[in-house]
């Protein structure tokens, strides 16, 4: 079995497990976290992180979670409504008038955290998503696909700029630095929106599935989803120099298990983690609302989407291209997170939901 590096508590010892059959599997390289009332039960690592294996995964490696990074700049959004300065209830263009254009003015920030907003393509050149200003005023001219708030088609890249430029509105800031003050800092979370090159050394770089090469192309994500309309992103995009120092507040993130599973804690301690307030108990909740049930234009599944999370069940979470994941449990304040830089193919990739099952019997030894 493969060797694993770090810790766990031997009630959880399951997902360890799982993660060293997926390298003896053929992955590259992984680390999962699951943490319980904010503190760690599971934070292992191993395997490599590079392609040609001969870089071993480390304590502080770090890599691209896609997707996974949609939940963390919810999470901005969230904070900046807890302290009142962003209505969820209000339109867009109140905080970014520009965006009123061709039809959009009934278009409400939590339709853009619900994926109902009717913005789900990115139709420009991927350069253009490396330009802050370009991209949004790019958002800001595209009439909806659908009247705003009657169905959901999942924003794949397109939401992080349309609730990232409502947040530098608000706060003058972009994301990742909003991010980096007021939720990584105090928390001590090693989560970026954006690298600098001070971290290259650090990042281990995605590989493309099996029998594929750098021109693998992201669809709209999980098991049967049909390819994304629109501009395609694929793996030498996401591996280049421009999308590592861009801030792309959809699927620009990078991190690890332990730092994702830290600040996603947030959602399931109410609010509070390691002594910082983050959040009410009352935004807790309402993050996890229903703000949209039923089947997602993009994703060709049902969905229940809150706000800037999936929902399923009392659960809250997201997945990313390529196979992060986290899943937060109110509850039982338990947040499992993986992440790898081993792609697979999405309708063959159960990498994640193994890895929280193996946690969910952990925590079901804990409480029995």
């Not at 766990?8 to 060293?20: G, H, N």
């Not at 807890?82 to 520009?98: C, F, K, R």
């Not at 009410?280 to 089947?295: L, N, T």
Request: charged share 20%; with cysteine.
């Amino acid at each position: 079995m493969a060797e694993l590096q770090g810790s766990y508590d031997e009630l959880f010892a399951s997902a360890p497990t799982v993660l060293a059959k997926l390298l003896d599997d053929g992955d590259a390289g992984g680390a999962v976290a699951v943490l319980v009332d904010g503190q760690p039960v599971v934070d292992v690592w191993g395997g490599y992180a590079d392609r040609q294996r001969s870089k071993p995964w480390q304590e502080d490696t770090i890599t691209s979670v896609f997707s996974v990074t949609k939940t963390m700049t919810a999470l901005c959004a969230l904070i900046l409504a807890d302290q009142g300065q962003l209505d969820l209830d209000a339109p867009v263009a109140e905080y970014w008038p520009e965006f009123a254009a061709v039809g959009k003015e009934r278009v409400l920030i939590r339709h853009l955290l619900a994926h109902t907003a009717g913005l789900p393509d990115w139709n420009g050149p991927i350069d253009e998503v490396y330009d802050w200003p370009v991209a949004t005023a790019r958002l800001a001219a595209a009439p909806p696909q659908w009247e705003p708030g009657t169905a959901a088609g999942y924003h794949s890249l397109t939401q992080g700029f349309l609730v990232g430029e409502v947040i530098r509105r608000i706060t003058g800031q972009s994301v990742g630095d909003f991010f980096a003050g007021t939720v990584a800092g105090p928390l001590g979370a090693d989560f970026q929106l954006g690298l600098p090159a001070a971290d290259d050394h650090r990042l281990a770089l995605t590989v493309p599935p099996p029998g594929q090469d750098d021109d693998y192309a992201a669809s709209s994500g999980n098991s049967d989803a049909p390819p994304t309309a629109g501009t395609p992103v694929r793996v030498r995009d996401a591996n280049s120099l421009a999308w590592r120092r861009a801030q792309i507040p959809a699927a620009g993130g990078f991190g690890n298990a332990r730092s994702v599973a830290l600040v996603q804690s947030v959602l399931a301690c109410r609010g509070v983690v390691h002594g910082q307030q983050i959040l009410s108990p009352a935004m807790c909740e309402r993050a996890r609302g229903v703000e949209f049930d039923g089947v997602d234009r993009v994703l060709g599944r049902p969905m229940r989407w809150g706000l800037g999370y999936g929902l399923f069940g009392r659960a809250l979470g997201w997945g990313g291209w390529g196979g992060a994941i986290v899943m937060i449990e109110p509850d039982p304040r338990m947040v499992v997170a993986y992440v790898t830089n081993q792609m697979r193919e999405p309708a063959a990739d159960s990498r994640g939901m193994e890895i929280i099952m193996a946690a969910y019997d952990g925590l079901q030894s804990l409480s029995g």
